[in-house]
């Protein structure tokens, strides 16, 4: 049985983001986007508004371990581990990433972290 087309296009993001290449990310993002961060209360709303928080780490290391995607034609679920920073500040964290679809594009997106406070204290120092 071959996997469904959105498990396949969330592993080359994947795949190109650990290589070093964001633009399949970015690209895979609808303009009107709905993303919750790691123990955010409140959403980003937008592709701008996501871009804008994400500056600053653009000298950060990130690489995702990608365990599993279990998807069917309105989301994906990908099951990773993250790896951030570099040197004795550098961590790992495992997600559950959700993300919802439509015409190839992540309309929302939630993530769940087995170690919030680290990812907040880690990630606050950019925003």
Do not use: C
Not at 4 to 13: C, E, K, L, Q, T
Not at 63 to 70: A, G, K
Not at 109 to 122: G, L, V
């Amino acid at each position: 049985m071959s996997e469904h087309p959105n498990a396949a296009m969330y592993r080359d993001v994947m795949e190109k983001f650990n290589a070093g290449d964001t633009t399949a990310m970015v690209d895979s993002i609808a303009d009107d986007v709905v993303w919750w961060q790691i123990g955010s209360p409140e959403p980003l709303r937008g592709k701008a508004a996501l871009m804008e928080s994400m500056a600053g780490l653009d000298e950060v290391p990130i690489t995702v371990d990608l365990t599993d995607v279990i998807a069917n034609d309105d989301m994906v679920v990908g099951l990773v581990t993250a790896t951030v920073g570099s040197g004795p500040e550098a961590f790992s964290y495992r997600t559950a990433e959700v993300a919802w679809l439509k015409d190839g594009k992540v309309t929302e997106r939630r993530a769940y972290s087995d170690d919030t406070e680290a990812i907040n204290n880690f990630f606050g120092q950019f925003g």
